[in-house]
């Protein structure tokens, strides 16, 4: 894939009309559907019909299944994300037409005009925490425009646009895309190595994060994780670029600390304590307006999904929430009605006394954050059932080891063979290297039709099953209670 060049935003009535390759994901859908609330001529296509596809046909897309240079029509201006390949007849077709060819994200920069952005990055917790910054906005009137990476639960849709000021946007740094943007306030969640096919080193790819600072407006905000080794280095680096610094966390240093963290089922609280270590808003001990309170004084969160990385990233959707001037109890308030985003420990249902959830953990670190999470759900009497899609055969041989450390955390463990995504296959890199780095075993089900059946005849009343992947494993959570539902009895050798 590799990385993408930075360009300068086109201001949006200068596109005409947008043809997006690609439509049907959710970064794009979310763009054309902000283009079309504007007043965008939108169309697209994608490789196949979908929901997505008939949603924004219904909000007034032009919309194909497949490719085909004619589909460009009289498009202005065509808008494609990394996963596009030259080879596509649509791109291919613009290019000779000497169309301008945008990356989704210097499309997005164009919706961003005008309007204060608080973009969200890091390695992990981007779609979370945009999530979190979204909905404390809309519950408390803001009305903000904002952009995920996934759908959020509780309108439905990843993306929309508003009438408010603020427009919030998940920045992914995964291409360096992320460099586009120019925020007023930045989120940065951790720094951890990641994307190597892209970046090539670790060195590269924690310096596009300073570069990501370097965006952001003089004297704007950042809020970031006081915990992290990563981005404790990057927020070192943001002082000397004069920005305000904001830190949260488990550590004794943040600005705003977490401590009392108690999961219970799907559900977690914890306490979030404001000090003087590092807000720009607190002076010589007394606090000015938009803090909301004393220094040490407490806020009881409670959040409605679980894990300890859940309250972390809850925490720095309430600092940026306190730091924009809405009150602490507000902005705990709001977050209690956050009931998740798709793919994100998301509930599938339930079969024969088996629950199982989705999640779109693709790291090893966010393995081991989700099956940490997935025990507190299960409780003392349930096992954990891990089904992993290893994504991307450079990944998977990069991470095979550390896949496996962290799958050994759950009961079980089911490996599917390698989602190809963009990439071609790599010689000897299959699912198998993850299955077998897993401490005690794993059982390596490398077709994708055989998976349900193995993991119906592993699952026993009161276990919990966690499917995990950024691939087409999130289809396989209700063929799986299907499955049991079939058996009548989940269990061992059923």
């Given at each position: 894939m590799g990385l993408i060049t930075p360009t300068e935003p086109v201001a949006l009535g200068e596109l005409g009309r947008v043809h997006f390759i690609g439509i049907g994901g959710?970064?794009?859908?979310?763009?054309?559907?902000?283009?079309l609330a504007r007043g965008t001529a939108v169309s697209g296509s994608d490789s196949a019909s979908s929901a997505t596809l008939d949603e924004l046909a219904g909000l007034g897309a032009r919309v194909h299944a497949g490719h085909a240079a004619g589909q460009?029509?009289?498009?202005?201006?065509?808008?494609?994300?990394?996963?596009?390949r030259e080879s596509n007849p649509e791109l291919a077709e613009a290019r000779?037409?000497?169309?301008?060819?945008?990356?989704?994200?210097?499309?997005?920069?164009?919706?961003?005009?005008?309007?204060?952005?608080?973009?969200?990055?890091?390695?992990?917790?981007?779609?979370?925490?945009?999530s979190m910054i979204t909905t404390v906005l809309l519950e408390t009137g803001a009305g903000p425009a904002y952009a995920i990476g996934g759908v959020l639960a509780a309108t439905g849709a990843g993306a929309a646009d508003g009438a408010g000021e603020y427009f919030v946007a998940e920045a992914d740094e995964s291409d360096g895309s992320f460099l586009m943007y120019a925020p007023d306030v930045a989120v940065v969640t951790n720094v951890e190595a990641d994307h190597l096919d892209n970046y090539g080193t670790e060195q590269a790819y924690r310096e596009s994060?300073?570069?990501?600072?370097?965006?952001?407006?003089?004297?704007?905000?950042?809020?970031?994780?006081?915990?992290?080794?990563?981005?404790?280095?990057l927020a070192g680096h943001a002082r000397e670029l004069g920005l305000r610094v904001i830190t949260y966390g488990t550590s004794?240093?943040?600005?705003?600390?977490?401590?009392?963290?108690?999961?219970?089922?799907?559900e977690t609280t914890f306490l979030v304590t404001t000090g003087l270590v590092t807000t720009g808003l607190v002076t010589t001990g007394q606090v000015t307006a938009g803090t909301g309170g004393a220094p040490g004084r407490g806020t009881a969160v409670r959040l409605g999904v679980p894990g300890q990385h859940n309250a972390l990233n809850a925490a720095a959707a309430f600092a940026v929430a306190v730091e924009l001037g809405i009150e602490p109890a507000r902005a705990a308030s709001a977050l209690a009605s956050y009931r998740g985003a798709a793919r994100r420990l998301e509930p599938k249902g339930e079969a024969g006394g088996v629950r199982v959830l989705d999640s779109y953990a693709h790291h090893p670190t966010e393995l081991a954050a989700d099956l940490r999470a997935a025990r507190e759900v299960a409780g003392g009497a349930g096992r954990v059932i891990a089904v992993f899609q290893p994504h991307l055969y450079s990944r998977t041989r990069i991470f095979a080891a550390a896949f496996g450390a962290a799958l050994g955390l759950a009961d079980e463990a089911v490996v599917l063979d390698v989602y190809a995504a963009r990439e071609d296959p790599e010689p000897g890199v299959t699912g198998r290297l993850?299955?077998?780095?897993?401490?005690?075993?794993?059982?390596?089900?490398?077709?994708?039709?055989?998976?349900?059946?193995?993991?119906?005849?592993?699952?026993?009343?009161?276990?919990?099953?966690?499917?995990m992947g950024a691939g087409d494993i999130t289809l396989m959570g209700p063929l799986v209670l299907a499955e049991i539902a079939g058996l009548g009895q989940a269990g061992p050798g059923a």
């Amino acid at each position: 894939m590799g990385l993408i060049t930075p360009t300068e935003p086109v201001a949006l009535g200068e596109l005409g009309r947008v043809h997006f390759i690609g439509i049907g994901g959710a970064g794009m859908s979310g763009i054309a559907r902000i283009m079309l609330a504007r007043g965008t001529a939108v169309s697209g296509s994608d490789s196949a019909s979908s929901a997505t596809l008939d949603e924004l046909a219904g909000l007034g897309a032009r919309v194909h299944a497949g490719h085909a240079a004619g589909q460009l029509a009289d498009a202005d201006t065509v808008v494609v994300s990394s996963a596009i390949r030259e080879s596509n007849p649509e791109l291919a077709e613009a290019r000779r037409r000497g169309l301008r060819v945008l990356h989704r994200a210097a499309a997005l920069a164009s919706l961003m005009a005008g309007r204060r952005v608080i973009a969200v990055t890091g390695t992990h917790g981007k779609t979370t925490t945009t999530s979190m910054i979204t909905t404390v906005l809309l519950e408390t009137g803001a009305g903000p425009a904002y952009a995920i990476g996934g759908v959020l639960a509780a309108t439905g849709a990843g993306a929309a646009d508003g009438a408010g000021e603020y427009f919030v946007a998940e920045a992914d740094e995964s291409d360096g895309s992320f460099l586009m943007y120019a925020p007023d306030v930045a989120v940065v969640t951790n720094v951890e190595a990641d994307h190597l096919d892209n970046y090539g080193t670790e060195q590269a790819y924690r310096e596009s994060f300073r570069g990501f600072l370097g965006k952001v407006t003089p004297g704007g905000l950042l809020v970031t994780s006081a915990d992290d080794p990563g981005t404790t280095e990057l927020a070192g680096h943001a002082r000397e670029l004069g920005l305000r610094v904001i830190t949260y966390g488990t550590s004794a240093t943040a600005g705003y600390r977490v401590t009392n963290v108690t999961a219970s089922g799907m559900e977690t609280t914890f306490l979030v304590t404001t000090g003087l270590v590092t807000t720009g808003l607190v002076t010589t001990g007394q606090v000015t307006a938009g803090t909301g309170g004393a220094p040490g004084r407490g806020t009881a969160v409670r959040l409605g999904v679980p894990g300890q990385h859940n309250a972390l990233n809850a925490a720095a959707a309430f600092a940026v929430a306190v730091e924009l001037g809405i009150e602490p109890a507000r902005a705990a308030s709001a977050l209690a009605s956050y009931r998740g985003a798709a793919r994100r420990l998301e509930p599938k249902g339930e079969a024969g006394g088996v629950r199982v959830l989705d999640s779109y953990a693709h790291h090893p670190t966010e393995l081991a954050a989700d099956l940490r999470a997935a025990r507190e759900v299960a409780g003392g009497a349930g096992r954990v059932i891990a089904v992993f899609q290893p994504h991307l055969y450079s990944r998977t041989r990069i991470f095979a080891a550390a896949f496996g450390a962290a799958l050994g955390l759950a009961d079980e463990a089911v490996v599917l063979d390698v989602y190809a995504a963009r990439e071609d296959p790599e010689p000897g890199v299959t699912g198998r290297l993850v299955a077998d780095a897993v401490p005690g075993g794993a059982h390596y089900v490398a077709d994708f039709a055989d998976v349900p059946k193995a993991v119906a005849a592993l699952a026993a009343p009161g276990d919990l099953v966690l499917t995990m992947g950024a691939g087409d494993i999130t289809l396989m959570g209700p063929l799986v209670l299907a499955e049991i539902a079939g058996l009548g009895q989940a269990g061992p050798g059923a």
